[in-house]
């Protein structure tokens, strides 16, 4: 067993994070406190920094995605600004990456240079005012107009839709809405009539992101993701199930950003004549928020090498990452709050922001519940096939 990452790997990790710590940490203050009318700007000028020095890329092969990659680049954005990463992952990854794995060869030429050089952005809307977890019950329905489509519905909370190019939008095709394979993913482009973005919506955290609202009205699809109807269940699926590597490197780097500076804090606010990080209750606070980081990263990066190599297991392995990592992202920033204390607390500190970043990763993209519920119905049917073997056996005996 190798644990090591390969020198490649390892410089791109360097690399990535250097350039984020001076390109785009010293913003993402001022993007959390700008004014919802600033975001969108502020953001695409972040989106281009990364794309401009290649950091759009990787994960980005031939006609796959690299996942280990994929969490590597997470982690380092997220780092440094957890609202960018959660931007560009939307874009680079749930629109472009979904492009790259399902995409024909015409959409790929189409959307993906523009998209990973950031000179457009992407989106993937499929949640609705009544449908989060539960993505059966969406009520987006797309009928055949002569050639193309046209889709009606409302997807309430999107990443990047006021800046968005391409919006990815899941949909059923017929108005017999309710079966998996009657749902498709549909490309949508930026001004397509029937396509309406609200103003950014105001968030608790990732408030340097910015999400809206989409509406749809009789709006032109500019096509169906892969060309083949009835995918988009699968493909949806698909997408967050590799998704819960970029949601689990974006809460391990909000969790290396609490670490860094409860022990920055640590070591220099003093206490009873003593540095506080000498007392045992803070020290015992960073030696578990390290370990917690720690162990969501091992579970992450072992998620991601298994979708690489297409083992059975990836899906449970990435729904164990996503769910420890993100539960453990919240408890690492409640320790960072404690040792900040009551300047943790204050508006406009490091760690007030990234208290209220880290809770997003247990409900995006698949809630806690639905990561538990998943790991538990996998876990049930191996405990029933084992039981049934045993039983095979004990009847054979
Ligand atoms: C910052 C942010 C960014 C987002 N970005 C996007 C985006 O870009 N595109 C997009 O389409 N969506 C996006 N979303 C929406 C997100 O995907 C949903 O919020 C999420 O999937 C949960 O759905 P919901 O909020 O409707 O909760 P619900 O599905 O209504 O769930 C409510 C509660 O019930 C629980 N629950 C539901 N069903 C079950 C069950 N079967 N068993 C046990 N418990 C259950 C849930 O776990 C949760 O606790 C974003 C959300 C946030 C907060």
């Given at each position: 067993?190798?644990?090591?990452?390969?020198?490649?790997?390892?410089?791109?990790?360097?690399?990535?994070?250097?350039?984020?710590?001076?390109?785009?940490?010293?913003?993402?203050?001022?993007?959390?406190?700008?004014?919802?009318?600033?975001?969108?700007?502020?953001?695409?000028?972040?989106?281009?920094?990364?794309?401009?020095?290649?950091?759009?890329?990787?994960?980005?092969?031939?006609?796959?995605?690299?996942?280990?990659?994929?969490?590597?680049?997470?982690?380092?954005?997220?780092?440094a600004c957890p609202s960018t990463c959660l931007s560009a992952r939307a874009s680079a990854f749930l629109c472009a990456g979904g492009i790259r794995t399902f995409g024909t060869d015409a959409q790929k030429s189409a959307y993906l240079p523009p998209l990973l050089r950031a000179e457009q952005i992407g989106a993937f809307a499929w949640s609705e005012p009544q449908a989060g977890s539960d993505v059966q019950a969406i009520a987006s329905t797309a009928r055949k107009d002569g050639a193309s489509w046209r889709i009606s519905g409302r997807k309430d909370i999107v990443v990047n839709a006021p800046i968005a190019d391409?919006?990815?939008?899941?949909?059923?095709?017929?108005?017999?809405?309710?079966?998996?394979?009657?749902?498709?993913?549909?490309?949508?482009?930026?001004?397509?009539?029937?396509?309406?973005?609200?103003?950014?919506?105001?968030?608790?955290?990732?408030?340097?992101?910015?999400?809206?609202?989409?509406?749809?009205?009789?709006?032109?699809?500019?096509?169906?993701?892969?060309?083949?109807?009835?995918?988009?269940?699968?493909?949806?699926?698909?997408?967050?199930?590799?998704?819960?590597?970029?949601?689990?490197?974006l809460c391990v780097g909000v969790g290396t950003a609490c670490m860094e500076i409860s022990n920055a804090y640590a070591k220099e606010r003093t206490a009873f004549g003593k540095r506080i990080g000498m007392y045992q209750e803070v020290g015992f606070k960073l030696a578990d928020m390290f370990t917690y980081n720690d162990l969501g990263r091992m579970l992450a990066l072992k998620a991601a090498w298994a979708i690489n190599t297409n083992d059975p297991e990836a899906p449970v392995l990435a729904a164990c990452a996503k769910l420890f990592a993100s539960e453990a992202a919240t408890r690492i920033a409640g320790w960072g709050m404690q040792i900040f204390a009551g300047h943790g607390y204050l508006a406009g500190s490091h760690m007030e922001r990234l208290y209220r970043d880290a809770r997003f990763g247990e409900i995006c993209e698949g809630t806690s519940e639905m990561q538990r519920s998943l790991i538990a119905r996998t876990e049930l049917d191996r405990f029933l096939q084992a039981g049934q073997a045993d039983s095979g056996s004990a009847f054979v005996a």
């Open positions: 067993m190798d644990y090591e990452l390969s020198p490649e790997q390892a410089k791109m990790q360097r690399d990535i994070d250097a350039f984020c710590r001076s390109e785009i940490a010293p913003r993402a203050g001022i993007l959390d406190a700008c004014p919802r009318s600033e975001v969108g700007r502020r953001m695409k000028e972040n989106l281009k920094t990364l794309a401009r020095a290649g950091w759009f890329e990787p994960g980005h092969k031939e006609n796959s995605l690299d996942l280990v990659e994929v969490y590597l680049a997470g982690e380092a954005v997220a780092k391409v919006i990815l939008v899941l949909a059923y095709h017929d108005a017999q809405a309710g079966a998996e394979g009657d749902m498709s993913i549909f490309i949508v482009e930026k001004g397509a009539a029937g396509l309406t973005i609200s103003d950014p919506l105001e968030t608790m955290g990732m408030r340097g992101a910015p999400i809206s609202t989409v509406t749809l009205q009789n709006c032109e699809a500019s096509g169906i993701l892969g060309d083949i109807p009835g995918e988009g269940y699968v493909q949806h699926r698909s997408m967050l199930n590799m998704g819960c590597i970029g949601v689990a490197a």
